[in-house]
């Protein structure tokens, strides 16, 4: 599942990708990845789709993305696209399965926008309403901005994953962050204070560029979820293994319907 280092890194291929070219070519092969307004409903695409779609980028050469937490505002002159990968979408030049939308090049070249859940999309939109889409119930970017306080009883992780406190952090990220700041998942939020409030502020840059730095390049982007491939982090998807700090046993435990890996030994109450 994309977040925000792969987001980011979505932003940075696509603006690579489409440097010094225009998009002359629409092709949309399911209307309901583009949609009114950002939303992970399916049933909410426009049958008017690739007519909106024309109309922001046929209009203008594209500049870089614009990216907050895990949502990217694509310029095209006065108007934009907001892009949302969801859970499974992605940009590609690759010829892909599930296949949504498809920009032809100037240069020759495609980009395919494919999402086999169909929880990503694309929103047509302007200048004036873009910037605000692209942040509306989004909480301070979490790269870019300070950690907020983190008030509340529900446990730190499941706080962290909340966008609306912190935009860009998902599952594998904040659990890693919280290893990183020794910080136990489970632990209130509003008892997250001081130093453990700064400790973890630190991790999480720390974990976000690690993250960047690993997904640096122009190659085609893989998820850590994807069949075969690497997964270079410490904790994730790893219970049973010794931690590579202590050697205790990694755990496994449910939280908010998603899988957290931990280590008791390192994160303790």
Same mark, same amino acid.
């Given at each position: 599942?994309?977040? +925000?280092?792969? !987001?980011?890194?979505?932003?940075?291929? +696509?603006?690579?990708?489409?440097?010094?070219?225009? !998009?002359?070519?629409?092709?949309?092969?399911?209307?309901?990845?583009?949609?009114?307004?950002?939303?992970?409903?399916?049933?909410? /695409?426009? =049958?008017?789709?690739?007519?909106?779609?024309?109309?922001?980028?046929?209009?203008?050469?594209?500049?870089?993305?614009?990216?907050?937490?895990? &949502? #990217?505002?694509?310029?095209?002159?006065? *108007?934009?696209?907001? +892009?949302?990968?969801?859970?499974?979408?992605?940009?590609?030049?690759?010829?892909?399965?599930?296949?949504? =939308?498809?920009?032809?090049?100037?240069?020759?070249?495609?980009?395919?926008?494919?999402?086999?859940?169909?929880?990503?999309?694309?929103?047509?939109?302007?200048?004036?309403?873009?910037?605000?889409?692209?942040?509306? /119930?989004? /909480?301070?970017?979490? #790269? &870019?901005?300070?950690?907020?306080?983190?008030?509340?009883? *529900?446990?730190?992780?499941?706080?962290?994953?909340?966008?609306? =406190? !912190?935009?860009?952090?998902?599952?594998?990220?904040?659990?890693?962050?919280?290893?990183?700041?020794?910080?136990?998942?489970?632990?209130?939020?509003?008892?997250?204070?001081?130093?453990?409030?700064?400790? +973890?502020?630190?991790?999480?840059?720390?974990?976000?560029? #690690?993250? *960047?730095?690993? @997904?640096?390049?122009?190659?085609?982007?893989?998820? =850590?979820?994807?069949?075969?491939?690497?997964?270079?982090?410490? @904790?994730?998807?790893?219970?049973?293994?010794?931690?590579?700090?202590?050697?205790?046993?990694?755990?496994?435990?449910?939280?908010?319907?998603?899988?957290?890996?931990?280590?008791?030994?390192?994160?303790?109450?």
């Amino acid at each position: 599942m994309p977040e +925000l280092p792969e !987001v980011d890194f979505c932003g940075r291929r +696509l603006a690579n990708w489409t440097a010094g070219s225009r !998009v002359i070519d629409v092709e949309v092969f399911d209307a309901r990845s583009v949609r009114a307004t950002r939303t992970d409903r399916p049933t909410n /695409g426009l =049958v008017e789709g690739e007519a909106r779609l024309r109309e922001v980028v046929l209009n203008a050469p594209p500049s870089p993305p614009e990216r907050h937490g895990k &949502r #990217l505002l694509w310029r095209f002159g006065d *108007r934009a696209l907001l +892009l949302h990968l969801g859970m499974t979408g992605r940009w590609t030049r690759l010829i892909a399965p599930h296949a949504k =939308v498809r920009f032809h090049l100037e240069n020759g070249t495609c980009i395919t926008f494919t999402d086999p859940r169909l929880l990503g999309g694309i929103v047509p939109t302007d200048l004036d309403d873009g910037p605000r889409l692209l942040r509306e /119930g989004l /909480g301070p970017d979490a #790269l &870019r901005d300070p950690l907020p306080s983190l008030p509340g009883k *529900r446990p730190i992780k499941v706080a962290l994953m909340d966008q609306a =406190v !912190v935009a860009g952090l998902g599952n594998l990220h904040a659990a890693e962050a919280l290893w990183r700041a020794r910080i136990d998942p489970r632990a209130p939020a509003g008892e997250v204070v001081g130093d453990r409030h700064a400790r +973890l502020a630190t991790a999480i840059r720390a974990q976000l560029d #690690l993250a *960047r730095t690993l @997904l640096d390049g122009d190659e085609e982007i893989v998820y =850590v979820e994807d069949a075969g491939a690497p997964n270079p982090f410490p @904790l994730y998807q790893r219970a049973g293994h010794p931690c590579p700090e202590c050697q205790t046993g990694i755990e496994r435990m449910m939280q908010a319907g998603r899988s957290t890996y931990w280590c008791p030994g390192c994160q303790r109450a």
